[in-house]
């Protein structure tokens, strides 16, 4: 089944440790949205002109995806097991609406998992365009030439005042959301976030835990993302986002270097239990796991951790997760024995490393 | 109601929380709940559904507009109405933008910044001919100037331009789109 590769324990080359900034922009997703004209949209539409509109937009990409050099795989939400929905929303390649959705919908997914293409979501079309590291404008290009391709083939629903149409009225116009995900553990540390967050909404920008609602976000990882899509062309938007996310992550800096210098013990102290933690836990929640990933994440970028590779942090990130956890496993895990697992997964990846001199190897 | 947590202050938020396969349900103050770090990975998560933030800022639309026209607009091609848009928070094709539209600059002023026109991206298919139309658009402003300047000479030339530029709208267009 096409689905298969998307599952494994594998790295999406958006994991990477690659693109500008990397050290604390960790990754960027742009996604466009977008409808047919001839079909009425997925609040209003019966199960027959859904499969319709699967056929017709998957029909052009398995066709014509390759002008682009792209081989798109197409999967049928229908027909996946709820693990298998739940590996793919772990991995952001489909969203938690797609997974729930009571109408037939699919997913097209390119190879390298940087194209992912929701049929049949909130909108008839969702194209989403992920990088690694800081890349607004490359993960922008890359929407944007499958737009184009797609709307050469397809007649979209776009109108002379409003733009592109879609289901939901914070979304009409461009269409477009750009999120960069950031790691911001000293602005965090020093409460300074608390500020920056308020300040940003002013600016029709928004900032969220990626974990969830809360004043501190989990592992903190925090996603920056425009919120207007009316009024401004996509180029305006993106420079805004890109404006923004610079002067956070100079603010990052500046906080760290703070930090280190009126803290340094204690900043080291905290980074290398987090190290323990990971690398010799025998029970292991999702939130302590989140948490120590940041610190030793900081760790590697203050030279504090040497040769440890960062993308393995990355990858660990998405395959903590539970779903991920019981795909590896090949069965259903009780809470309890997730932790287990996970502590597992995290012995065995990292210990492989030569961490520093005295990095104990359990293999 | 007091929160379960630090026994002081009023609780205003429901915390569920599953864990060992139980639901646990947790009425929380603010300061508590902000505290609470419980995880919930969601890629895209509404912090605040749409459909109720519309609803409260138009409680009374429906029979405000309602009133003077002495009928609601019901959109032909999906049957959605302007009180089922508002529910919903959500449309239900590409002519319940056209149905709606007397109301819809208000509701766009409000999510985004107070815009109401689209300045971004044009499909190829429709550049074209929107191109064409803002063209004259702007031509007919220029002339509108030119007559009041009483330049009638450049007045003519543009209606010309604006006659040439309607010929190619309706279908003499040179690229064949």
Not at chain 1, 296 to 304: E, F, N, P, Q, S
Not at chain 2, 85 to 100: E, H, P, Q, R, V
Request: glycine residues 4%; proline residues 3%; contains cysteine.
């Amino acid at each position: 089944m096409a689905v298969e590769r998307f599952l494994q324990p594998r790295a999406s080359s958006w994991m990477a440790n690659d693109g500008s900034n990397v050290d604390i922009a960790m990754s960027t997703r742009i996604r466009l949205a977008r409808n047919l004209n001839d079909f009425k949209f997925p609040y209003a539409f019966t199960e027959d002109e859904a499969l319709k509109v699967d056929k017709e937009i998957s029909s052009v990409l398995l066709d014509k995806g390759s002008e682009l050099d792209y081989t798109f795989s197409h999967i049928n939400i229908d027909e996946l097991a709820q693990l298998q929905k739940e590996v793919l929303v772990e991995k952001h390649l489909i969203s938690p609406y797609l997974m729930n959705s009571y109408h037939p919908g699919s997913v097209l997914l390119s190879e390298n998992e940087e194209l992912s293409i929701m049929v049949n979501e909130e909108d008839h079309l969702r194209i989403q365009s992920l990088q690694s590291g800081f890349q607004l404008q490359k993960a922008y290009q890359i929407a944007s030439e499958l737009d184009t391709l797609l709307e050469k083939n397809l007649s979209y629903a776009f109108h002379e005042k409003y733009g592109y149409l879609t289901s939901c009225p914070t979304n009409v116009g461009t269409g477009m959301r750009a999120s960069v995900m950031l790691h911001l553990p000293a602005l965090t540390m020093s409460h300074q976030i608390q500020r920056i967050i308020p300040a940003i909404s002013r600016l029709g920008m928004v900032v969220r835990g990626i974990y969830g609602e809360g004043s501190e976000a989990l592992g903190n990882v925090y996603q920056i993302s425009n919120q207007l899509t009316l009024g401004k062309s996509e180029y305006e938007i993106l420079q805004d986002l890109e404006n923004m996310t610079e002067q956070i992550i100079q603010q990052e800096r500046k906080a760290r270097e703070a930090i280190l210098l009126n803290s340094p013990l204690m900043l080291e102290d905290r980074v290398y239990r987090s190290l323990g933690v990971l690398t010799h836990s025998r029970l292991l929640t999702t939130e302590e796991a989140a948490t120590c990933l940041s610190d030793v994440r900081l760790g590697i970028d203050l030279k504090m951790i040497q040769n440890m590779n960062m993308s393995i942090l990355n990858e660990l990130m998405i395959f903590m997760q539970p779903a991920f956890l019981q795909q590896y496993a090949d069965k259903p895990l009780q809470p309890k024995e997730r932790d287990f697992a996970r502590a597992k997964l995290f012995r065995e990846r990292l210990n492989k490393i030569d961490m520093n001199s005295e990095g104990e190897d359990l293999a | 109601m007091i929160c379960t947590q630090c026994g002081e202050r009023s609780a205003s938020v429901i915390v569920k929380k599953q864990q060992l396969g139980q639901v646990m349900e947790l009425q929380l103050c603010h300061i508590c709940a902000a505290e609470n770090h419980s995880i919930n990975i969601a890629f895209e998560q509404d912090p605040l559904a749409i459909h109720q933030l519309l609803s409260n800022w138009f409680p009374n639309s429906q029979a405000t507009i309602s009133r003077p026209k002495k009928e609601v607009a019901i959109c032909p091609s999906c049957g959605f109405t302007f009180s089922h848009f508002l529910k919903l928070g959500k449309f239900g094709c590409a002519s319940c933008y056209d149905t709606f539209s007397s109301q819809l600059n208000e509701i766009f002023k409000r999510f985004h910044n107070g815009n109401t026109e689209h300045t971004g991206k044009i499909p190829a298919s429709y550049g074209s001919t929107l191109k064409i139309k803002k063209e004259i658009e702007k031509l007919r402003k220029q002339m509108q100037v030119s007559i009041q300047e009483e330049e009638f000479e450049e007045a003519a030339r543009l209606r010309d331009e604006v006659k040439r530029l309607n010929v190619t709208l309706e279908g003499g267009s040179p690229d064949g789109s």
